[in-house]
């Protein structure tokens, strides 16, 4: 079996979120033995695809080094990557069966674009702890899948140094535990609407460097702030960094960006 390493939303090596893509499968490997690859890749995901009768789709699921998740950005985005760029699928519209439902990537100019559903989130009052495992105080909390902390600066957002315990059991009313966002505008002279950073010590990821199911959230909630359905987001992971751009269609949101495959390896042993 083949894999792929792929920096997804990066558009050069060595930027973006590494995701690794396995070759696709007739028949879903066990759990235990994906669990354990992803474990042994120690990526923020490892994407697994499945052959179906339609070659423009396929089965995907994706693991952690932790668990299994239900919706990933980059690993769905690298997976898309994989099989148009790698493998040259025959088409270059793809739909992926998840547990987040259909989702559809499409080929667009040098990058992709991906269909997932949005995540409006609800403003909600303070977190008991938030601001201290942060190091500062958020001026306001939205919840929708994870908590989102929006800070006063985008100066903030990169200086930010947070206490990665103290944030794995924060959960106020968002849908997961120990998943964060932080974000704040850009400033003025920057070429990005807003700049955030997502820390996920629930699933086992300290940061993420770039995180489409995070966009999910931050998309409608910037695009009623700005008033305009695109918004360009800089996902600040200091060293990396990836860019996301985003449009709102209705309970859907739109998440563009491009890859880059880094390396490419073969597994010496089967599920």
Do not use: K
């Not at 396929?58 to 493998?87: N, Q, Y």
């Not at 305009?228 to 960094?241: N, Y």
Request: glycine residues 10%; contains cysteine; aromatic residues 8%.
């Amino acid at each position: 079996m083949r894999q792929w390493t792929v920096d997804a939303f990066a558009a050069a090596p060595f930027r973006g979120n590494p995701a690794c893509v396995v070759e696709p499968y007739d028949a879903w490997p066990d759990d235990g033995w994906m669990q354990a690859l992803a474990r042994e890749n120690n990526q923020a995901e490892t994407a697994f695809l499945l052959r179906t009768d339609d070659p423009a789709r396929f089965g995907l699921r994706w693991f952690t080094p932790g668990r299994e998740v239900d919706l990933c950005g980059h690993a769905t985005l690298g997976s898309a990557h994989v099989l148009i760029a790698e493998l040259e699928a025959a088409t270059e519209n793809l739909t992926f069966d998840t547990r987040s439902g259909p989702l559809r990537v499409r080929r667009a100019g040098d990058g992709y674009e991906m269909d997932f559903p949005a995540n409006p989130p609800r403003r909600t009052g303070p977190v008991a702890g938030l601001a201290q495992a942060l190091g500062v105080e958020p001026v306001e909390v939205w919840a929708g899948r994870y908590l989102v902390a929006v800070l006063a600066d985008a100066a903030a957002v990169r200086s930010l140094r947070p206490d990665i315990a103290a944030l794995e059991s924060m959960q106020g009313e968002a849908g997961e535990a120990g998943e964060v966002i932080v974000c704040a505008a850009a400033d003025a002279d920057e070429a990005v609407d807003v700049v955030d950073r997502f820390f996920a010590p629930g699933v086992g990821i300290a940061e993420d460097p770039a995180t489409g199911s995070a966009h999910c959230i931050l998309a409608p909630l910037y695009a009623d702030r700005l008033g305009r359905a695109t918004v360009r987001f800089h996902q600040a992971f200091p060293g990396r960094g990836g860019d996301i751009e985003t449009e709102m269609r209705g309970d859907r949101v739109l998440l563009r960006g491009r890859a880059v495959t880094v390396i490419e390896s073969r597994l010496r042993l089967t599920p």
